[in-house]
């Protein structure tokens, strides 16, 4: 019963970050900061996904779903960056 | 079936499959992150469309970005965390066998849901006004008609999409509702809490992608 009070004082916790974390992205979106504008927003999106993923879904404490959260993440990544890759670089080949 | 379900020996609530109910928890919940695995890359695939024309024209983007209405989406992101918190209360409160504390947290989330549409069909009736719905009627004063067309497109299509999660989500979270109240969950058999607490907590991982990306877009610009 004691782990399970200090996990759900650990979730008011989380969510006073999250809630902090929204206030900061909001609010930074106003400073213009060039192309870190964008950083800062998905930096912060990044972190508040990953509070979100490891305490409140419980991946910290779950092996196996590890596997399967890095996985979907990775394939992602393949997604975007090939997308991009081709994008990104169409203009190289009439340039050259 | 309640009564059921409470026998000794071997719950009704283990499938034959299992050595035990604990092994069939473990199961499902990597079956869920299976699906939910899925569906980064269902969201994803207009993540990288999203991606490639803000990339493109990027000061449509701006233009279009800054005619949403930043105190909504800021307001229903802080809606959905609220949420997110409410779900991770009771899936606890299924955990440590309080039936009462589960069934009032699976209300709460579900009004903070409601909630969230809520403002949501506030933004979009906000918007049919304004013809910001790309079509015959699409209206947008500035040079960038054609590609802020394109921006509205992903931002219905993107959040509409979202919606209709929550929505889904909201139907689950009123079988879990009444399963709790029907005595089909108890304090050995919380399996299906888990996983749709896993459901809601992705549904607001969504959003607080969205939220940046569509609203907070080039709101530096002018102050």
Redesign the interface.
């Known amino acids: 019963m004691a782990d399970h009070a200090a996990s759900k004082r650990s979730y008011f916790a989380i969510y006073a970050v999250l809630m902090v974390c929204t206030y900061l992205t909001w609010q930074v979106a106003y400073f213009d900061l060039g192309p870190l504008n964008t950083v800062a927003a998905l930096t912060i999106a990044v972190f508040k996904a990953a509070l979100v993923i490891l305490f409140f879904m419980h991946v910290r404490e779950t092996r196996l779903a590890w596997v399967v959260v890095a996985g979907g993440v990775f394939w992602l990544g393949i997604l975007l960056a090939l997308t991009m890759g081709d994008f990104l670089t169409r203009g190289w080949m009439t340039r050259g | 079936m309640p009564e059921a379900l409470q026998a000794a020996g071997h719950p009704a609530v283990l499938a034959h499959q299992f050595d035990d109910v604990e092994q069939q928890r ?1 199961a499902t ?2 079956g869920m ?2 699906f ?3 569906e ?2 269902f969201f ?2 207009l ?2 469309a999203y ?2 024309y803000r ?2 024209y990027p000061e449509a983007f701006i233009a279009a970005s800054r005619q949403l209405i ?1 105190w909504a989406g ?1 307001t229903n ?2 809606v959905l ?2 949420s ?2 409410t ?3 009771a899936v ?1 409160a299924a ?2 066998g309080k039936r009462r504390a589960l069934l009032s947290f699976l209300l709460m989330t579900m009004a903070l849901g409601c909630v969230f549409l809520g403002i949501k069909a506030f933004e979009y009736y906000a918007e049919f006004l304004e013809h910001h719905i790309p079509g015959p009627n699409f209206q947008f004063d500035g040079s960038e008609f054609r590609h802020a067309q394109l921006f509205f497109s992903l931002y219905f299509v993107m959040t509409g999409l979202h919606a209709l999660h929550m929505i889904v989500g909201l139907g689950v979270m009123s079988v879990m509702a009444w399963w709790v109240h029907r005595g089909v969950i108890t304090d050995a058999y919380y399996g299906p809490i ?1 996983i749709s ?2 459901y809601w ?2 549904v ?2 969504v959003w ?2 969205l ?3 569509l609203y ?2 080039g ?3 002018h ?1």
């Open positions: 473990q919940t990597l992150w299976v939910l695995a899925t980064i890359l994803g695939g993540f990288a991606l490639v990339t493109w930043v800021t992101t802080a965390i609220t997110s918190l779900m991770a209360l606890n955990q440590t888990e607490g896993l907590h992705f607001d991982i607080i992608f939220f940046p990306l907070l877009l709101r530096h610009v102050g």
